[in-house]
């Protein structure tokens, strides 16, 4: 059935279109000066209106975790999130056994098209091909050099690989899974690389770097390590968390004008997300929440309870990205990253569509055309 936006500042790319409809089924039809026929209409009240947001890294949020292996984990975290204007994510993994790693895998392969909220592009496998002495909230006794056998039931599932590369055997795992599976980004992260052996990875088909600045060494002016390298080269993408606890808005600040183009936010969320404070767990280990911040016992980060339209309000509020970049970094970029058909409200593309106000308060989530979430004054 034929829908329409109207009332919308609809963002096409990078044109803001005023005084027009949005035209959509399953796909994205048009955008239109007016409709003739009746047709079943949402008022977007002014709001702005642009593709779903799509998180290339997140483990859990509303009380669940990717790692539960279980349909009722996917199940929760699909409708959850749309209330963050998120339609669509990649299920990341954590470093755990690999009977815990493979049941989760086993979960996603069977149960990812049972979601009912937002969509599940397939995995990020963050480790446990890591190195151990950037392990963060991973569980280093987990760690293990990059095995093929572990992953190649599910080769088809994981489109984004979190590695290593100065790891031993990372270089000949990367070149492989490069040469035989393109679909699969392969990400630096978790790594002690060098700006030399980052620069080197990057020909062996590293494309992109996870969380950047954490779980890897310091940006230092005799050793640029992982970040000079990833700042030097225009080819490479990135991820940051925007939470202003990973980063600071400096550095948020830095990340934007050396990877204008390049810059992708992701949540890096864990079970807590979208809950209250208090003791949770994320990869068999206890997480304690205190507003922004989800720390190990020890004080170590433990992923985050981001959610993803805060990034955006962060970027917007503490950085110099533009209000349409802000928007490119969590739509067109992610989907150009992983080559789907999402990312934009261009005519052909999946109606998955977010209507929000100018600080990404979010009012209505569309997903495949279906509304999934509705803000309660909406």
């Known amino acids: 059935m034929i829908k329409a936006i109207i009332n919308a500042k609809i963002i096409l790319n990078d044109t803001l279109i ?3 409809i949005l035209l959509f089924d399953s796909k994205i039809i048009g955008i239109v000066e007016s409709v003739e026929e009746p047709i079943p209409m949402i008022d977007a009240k002014g709001n702005f209106v642009s593709a779903g947001f799509i998180d290339l890294h997140i483990h859990g949020s509303g009380g669940v975790d990717v ?6 984990a996917l199940e929760t975290l699909s409708l959850t999130l749309p209330q963050t204007g998120t339609t669509s994510f ?7 056994s690999p009977e815990v790693i493979e049941n989760a895998l086993l979960n996603i392969q069977k149960n990812k098209n049972s979601v009912k909220g937002a969509t599940i592009l397939g995995v ?10 950037k392990n963060g909230a991973q569980d ?4 293990q050099s990059p095995n093929f056998e572990l992953i190649k039931e599910y080769i088809n599932e994981i ?3 979190t590695l290593a590369p100065e790891v ?6 990367i070149n492989y899974i490069s040469k035989n599976h393109p679909h699969i980004i392969l990400s630096i992260g978790h790594s002690n690389a060098s700006y030399e052996e980052t620069r080197k990875s990057f020909s062996w088909g590293i494309s992109h770097a996870t969380h950047l600045f954490n779980a890897m060494p310091s940006l230092h002016h005799r050793e640029p390590s992982i970040v000079g390298a990833v700042f030097d080269e225009d080819t490479i993408s990135c991820d940051i968390i925007a939470d202003l606890v990973h980063t600071h808005p400096y550095t948020l600040n830095l990340t934007h004008k050396m990877k204008p183009n390049q810059l992708i936010l992701v949540t890096d969320s864990m079970r807590a997300g979208c809950m209250k404070n208090g003791l949770y767990d994320l990869g068999g280990r206890e997480v304690r929440v205190n507003d922004t911040k989800a720390t190990l016992e020890d004080g170590t980060l433990a992923g985050s309870v981001l959610k993803m339209n805060d990034a955006m309000k962060n970027m917007l509020n503490y950085t110099s990205m533009s209000f349409l970049e802000v928007i490119k970094s969590v739509t067109q970029l992610p989907a150009t990253k992983l080559a789907n058909n999402k990312g934009s409200l261009e005519v052909g593309k999946d109606a998955d569509i977010v209507i929000f106000d100018d600080q990404f308060n979010i009012k209505i989530t569309i997903i495949n055309a279906e509304v999934k979430y509705r803000c309660s004054d909406f």
């Open 90 to 96: 990649l299920a990341t993994t954590m470093t755990m």
């Open 67 to 72: 790692m539960d292996g279980t349909l009722y």
């Open 140 to 143: 280093k006794k987990y760690i």
């Open 124 to 133: 990020h496998l963050e480790g446990p091909f890591l190195n151990r002495d």
């Open 159 to 161: 489109k984004m690989i």
């Open 168 to 173: 031993e055997g990372s270089e000949r795992f």
């Open 18 to 20: 005023e005084d027009k």
